[in-house]
């Protein structure tokens, strides 16, 4: 009885969420768009720097939230891809599609590998050598300092280029980023959609018996990881344009704690949630960090809350929300 | 060659007192793993509390020894209280829940550390009749430094005796070999999970303060030795007190001898070496298959 009149409902109420997530969607991404009229220019930094920080998070929750793999290291892929991204850039050419091309493909090189080692494992054990990775990474990015200049860091990265013009920073920047972040979240939408997204989350859900259904569940486990940290190479790659520079302190783990929080606060396992999280997450840093001296008591405070008492972050709220309403309403 | 092997030997002993402060944190680390399935990010932050608590009872008046009895007291009710508020209520969730709950709490306790002690580095002077040198093999060596070793492997052995050979230690093991068992007959579970925590934060603290004139104290001090700890304790196998002892000492001396040639280079060794190892075996070197 009751697992009918709730498929009622989800069919009904399917036709219209779609419409009020298109009619969202679109509002949305008008407002992005317009926003350099509308906005101080602090202001656009600030969303700048919240977008890619965006396709960072989207990144960990490809991994995280849909394939089940809680990575504590995902400052690898993000630090790695900024070096790379800025190395190129600095000594080869500011094209911004070659810095990231190149970017790309010394990521997958290393994700490749990476990933082969740590798939094998699951829950912490996942955790934790996800942990190890990225500060090995961390130590060669101090250690390597032919390359990478060491504890300074690669600095005086130039300004991006774009099919030979120069890309300022400020509006022209941030429309950039706006485009790839959107491009982003709907590539991930459709993914997540498509099959592969469901074996994923069969996958998340009990590994075992999707291995008996005849999932490749190694495969399917290393793809995500490897697609994840080359979103994350992504976002890398735009910061360091947008910080004309990078440090070890991008690999350091806790840059790590950090997209965690943006993704669980938004929303682990959605799909807007981790732009909502990074968003959230910029702005509040931006506010507490100028108003509090105690930034780090209330992020830690924030995440403890979180993950107790809204594991499914904020764009869970809703259906958190909805499922209260209905108990009660029984 | 003698002079170099006079370097790898200064190496090694500076190494293994790291390692002996090491073991006090891991083999809390390792028990609240054990028992109860936390995975504690926040047992870094105890140890550092150890240290400003440490500097706030002797800038009250007390001597250095009295500070360090009082330290693990202190903590241990610290830890009673944060298990009984927050990480009990992570018991029915993912293990990896209980790893990002006290991720934040440890931010939240770093935090509150630079908000009521400052953000600097404060050295504490080793107590009287400790301040001098002692002469092995024609080097040169704090005596504290071997006090402070001593005194912690000391406490390593009685916690290990503890679990061995007492009542406490019987439910203890009782409640990581089996727990529905041991529940069964009559263990409260909830009980000795709830102590066990709030023990492990005393000894977590009291390392802390032991290291103090050796490491100083800064409200970042935590966070190294516990991504140590971590790897002590998975290469030994999470919850097993047998293997976080033989990791300690692997990490430590591994840690001295590698910074000593590799430099920077070694860290990355280390967590290389401990990747290698979760690999080929996912439980850790002593694990038995049912405690990890």
Redesign the interface.
Known sequence: MTLTSSTIGTAASGRTSALVTIGVGALALAAILAAPWLAKPFTITLLTEAFVLAIWAMSLNLLSGHAGL?S?GHAAGFGLGGYAAGYFAREVSADVILSLLFAEAVVFIVAALAGA?AI??S???F???S???A??LY??A??WRAVTEGMDGLLGVPLPRLFGATIKNGAPFYILVSVVMMATLAGLALVLKSPFGATLRAIRTNDIRAASIGIDVRLHKWLAFVISWMLAGLAGGLMVFLKAGTTPMSLH?SES?NV??MT?FGGLGTIVGPVLGAVCFVFLHDVLTSTL????????????VV??AF?SGLAGLPAQFGKLRWRFSR | MAHELNFLFVNIVNGLVYGSFLLLTSLGLSLVFGLGRVVNFAHGAFYALGGYVLISVMRVGAGFWLALAVVPVVLTGIGLALEAGLIRRLRKRPEVDTLLATFGLSAMLVGGIEYLWGTSTTIVKPPLGFEGIVQVLSNDFPIYRFAAAGLSLLMAAGVLAIVQWTPLGLRIRAIADDAEMAEAIGVDRSRLLWQVFGYAAGLAGFAGALGAPIFAVHPEMGLSILIDSFLVVVLGGLGSLKGSTIGAAVVSVTKAVGGAYLADWSTALLFLIVASVLVARPTGIFATGRIA
Do not use: K, N
């Open positions: 809680l504590f080692v094998r494992l829950g912490v054990a955790s934790i050598v942990l190890c990775i500060q090995v130590q060669v101090i250690a783990w704690g965690l929080i669980i001296a105690i930034w780090q008591f209330v992020f830690g405070l924030i995440f403890v993950v107790i594991p």
